[in-house]
């Protein structure tokens, strides 16, 4: 019962240093219906979260659905921002039955997650941090040591570096996963008003910023430093629209 309910933390390799205290981290969990009762599982984590994470004496709890990718069809459920010593808190008895009740008896909680901010390859000019229409891409980078891993840091970071120049009018997180996981090594997360946003082929960065990456950066860089870089370092990039459930 209670060993669904927590997470245990194996010491695998981490591809996140956290050498100060002030960082942004989200702790993230997808939840799988069981039955197919949405809106069940929506009201549920509702009563919970308005009971155990509403931001005033803990961090603040959120719900997306997500419509795209591997994983439409489930619920993200994300915490924060928060602090990795704030896992070491206990939870209490009444604590584990809410959830059993509010959460579990609808859904399935899988692939737990810590995203850490990289803020050198964030470009986010509003200094917002929750936004309630998101496109998440993620990126599984391969194995091999650290290289593949910098290759992958270096080509995202130049895409910031082109945004600040450019003084784009969006938004772009950049996360870390504190352990390796299936959902991703480096997780872009993209802001968005309307879904008319993804008429054409724009998907997160701004219309024609490959031209702009080039003309900043010389012709045929942004294949070469971004395209290319990507395409050896990574096993693929995973895109999901998510909306959040108030």
Known sequence: MIKRFLIILFPVLTFVTISAQDYIMFRTVVLELRNGEHLALQEGVKKYNSKYYNGKNSPKAYLWYTHTGPNSGTYNWAIGP?????????????????????????????????????????????????????????????????????????????????????NAKIARRVYKSGFRTPLGDVILVYPFDSWTEFEGDRQGLPAGFADDYDRINGKGSFQENVGSVLSKYTNGITNEVQTMVK
């Open 82 to 166: 928060m602090k990795f010593s704030q896992m070491d808190s206990k939870f209490s008895k009444e604590q584990i039955k809410d959830w059993e009740k509010n959460v579990q008896k609808y859904a399935i909680a899988r692939d737990h997650m810590f995203m850490v901010r990289d803020e050198s390859m964030t470009y986010n000019p509003e200094n917002e941090i929750i936004a309630e229409k998101i496109l998440v891409k993620r990126l599984l980078v391969k194995q091999g040591g650290l290289a593949p891993l910098q290759e992958v840091e270096k080509a995202v970071t130049s895409i910031a570096d082109v945004l600040r120049k450019t």
